[in-house]
Structures are given as C-alpha cells and as structure tokens.
C-alpha cells in the first residue's frame, strides 16, 4: 500500500493490478483504467498463480480479477491475495454469473463482483469504492446473492456452497497458492472459530449491519445516525468479528439471513 501523500503533494494514486488470461481485454483494462489521472497500472498477469505472484511483488491497492484462468483459477488467487495482503480489495470482473462461482468469491474474500457487461462508469466507480473499504455487487449478481441466501437460509450456511464450481479443484495449484485461508484470531489462539456468532450484536450494530446491508459507505452511515464515520468503521470492524465475516460483502449477505 502507498503511503499518505505528504502535505501539498498530489494525492497518491490508487495502484491496480489487472488479471485476466485474455490478452485483449486484459491490455484493454489496462487502457482504460491506466488512463484516470488517479489509477495507476502496477501489473497485468494472466493467470490465478502470475496474479498471486506480481500482487506479492507490488502491493497494489485493488486487484481487478477474473475467475476462469489456467494453472489457478480467480478464486484460488483471491483467496490467497486476501490472506497475504489484507489491505488489498479484489473486485471480480467476469462473464460467469453461476452462484457457486459469486458464493466462492464473496467466500475468498472479494469486496466487489461485476460481470463484463459493466459500463465503464461502473468499474471505475466500483474500483475507487474498494480502495475505499466499500463493497459492491452487480444488479444481477445482488438478486442472485439474496435469493441464493432465502433459498438456504433455513438448511446451512448459504455462504458456503454445497458443491465446487466446476474446474476449481481441476486448476487449483499445488503448493503454496494451494494454501487453505488464513486462521481467524480464534484459531491463532487455538479455539476453533464457529460459524455461527455466539456473541449477540448490539441494537446499533444491527441498525449499522442493516445500513450496510442497503450499501452505504461508512460515512452515509455516520450521516444517517449521527455517529463520526471514525466510529462507523469501529462498529463495521467489530460486527465482522462477531459474525466471523470477511467482508462488508458476506456482512450484507448475513444481514438478509438474520431478517429471514
């Protein structure tokens, strides 16, 4: 991650790292999105295992990932950028709208999922709305999350598909990008984390997780409840302990499950 711009500097860019195994739209990405005067391109790889590599290397701020890829698949990569570089935001751009895939992601640690057919406006904005901390989910792909969610509410954890999507195991790599997600706290200090919470949230924690559940930024939070948006993300950061979340993603998913 860069560093604050020092005073009367220009404000530091926000360095992305482009993943996709198709040359065209990979270099395109990279056009377009190389071309704001905030964004610099800091890599391109093609693959899920070049992508956890140059990400190791350059520390960007937000990776723009696909998910079909040879040699490690988007989710493999993701996974094990999150793990590695917790303050790096992964934003899915791909064609595949299957609900193992958006549940896998989401799982993997993905702030935000868009398919190919976003505009421009969309992936600039969704790019600039990870490096903020915030999340976003395509149109379609929000429908598919919640309704997924309602469908298994009531039969296990929704988050957690019943089967692999297809090719995940196939492309998975051996070693260390094979590596499981890293332990939570609890597991640090040898507890098992449940996957339930067993720690109740507080009426202004679920006034804030149902804020984020309608995906407001921390700072429309604060302006909706008259909290500082400093206080906002002390909230933000303790709900997602307590429901043992990775994300504001999986945050508003839980939130549609504690309303079913």
């Not at 395109?28 to 704001?36: D, F, I, K, P, S």
């Not at 701020?61 to 996974?79: E, H, I, K, N």
């Not at 019943?162 to 195991?169: D, K, L, P, W």
């Not at 924690?205 to 984020?212: F, G, P, S």
Request: with cysteine; hydrophobic share 45%; proline share 6%.
């Amino acid at each position: 991650m860069t560093g604050a711009a020092t005073a009367g500097s220009a404000p530091a860019r926000l360095r992305l790292l482009i993943v996709d195994d198709q040359p065209l739209i990979r270099r395109g990405l990279a056009m377009m999105l190389g071309a704001e005067a905030d964004i610099e391109v800091v890599g391109q790889a093609a693959d899920g295992v070049e992508a956890i590599e140059q990400a190791l290397a350059t520390r960007p701020d937000v990776v723009v990932m696909d998910l079909q890829m040879p040699r490690a698949s988007g989710v493999v990569a993701t996974r094990e950028i999150t793990g590695q570089l917790p303050g790096t935001g992964v934003v899915v751009l791909t064609t595949y709208d299957h609900d193992e895939l958006v549940f896998e992601a989401i799982r993997a640690g993905a702030r935000a999922y868009l398919l190919k057919d976003a505009s421009e406006a969309e992936v600039l904005d969704t790019v600039r709305a990870v490096q903020r901390g915030e999340s976003h989910l395509s149109p379609a792909i929000a429908r598919k999350v919640m309704e997924q969610f309602r469908r298994f509410s009531t039969s296990g954890d929704p988050m957690r598909p019943a089967a692999t999507s297809t090719g995940e195991r196939a492309t998975a790599p051996a070693g260390p990008a094979a590596a499981p997600p890293p332990r939570t706290a609890a597991a640090a200090a040898g507890r098992a984390a449940p996957e339930r919470c067993d720690d109740p949230l507080s009426a202004k924690e679920e006034r804030i997780l149902e804020l984020i559940a309608q995906g407001l930024s921390n700072k429309q939070i604060g302006a909706t409840i008259f909290l500082a948006e400093g206080t906002v993300k002390n909230y933000v950061s303790r709900i997602l302990e307590k429901l043992h979340a990775r994300s504001r993603t999986e945050l508003a998913v839980r939130a549609v499950g504690r309303r079913s």
